[in-house]
């Protein structure tokens, strides 16, 4: 079964020690630019941390100017020396 986690506080505690991440304001700054927060009916919202680290990769990819591919180089590629 696929892990959900909702509320503000839950979603906090989530991200607090990966992300360092101490603010909803944060949280909804980051939704701005792509992070797949979903509401549900009563406006509580949730995240799939799947989708979350998903996003996360995708959007370190895409800041750093790397391309999609299915090999993610190591960090001393091309270092002979």
Do not use: C
């Not at 603010?23 to 989708?51: C, D, H, M």
């Not at 995708?58 to 591919?69: A, F, L, P, T, Y």
Request: net charge positive.
């Amino acid at each position: 079964m696929t892990e959900v986690i909702s509320t503000k506080d839950g979603i906090l505690d989530w991200f607090r020690p990966s992300f360092h991440v101490h603010s909803w304001q944060t949280v909804k700054r980051w939704k701005k630019i792509g992070l797949p927060i979903r509401y549900l009916p009563n406006r509580v919202p949730f995240i799939l941390p799947a989708e979350v680290i998903a996003w996360v990769v995708e959007h370190d990819d895409v800041v750093r100017g790397k391309q999609k591919s299915p090999e993610r180089p190591g960090p001393f590629v091309g270092d002979e020396g």
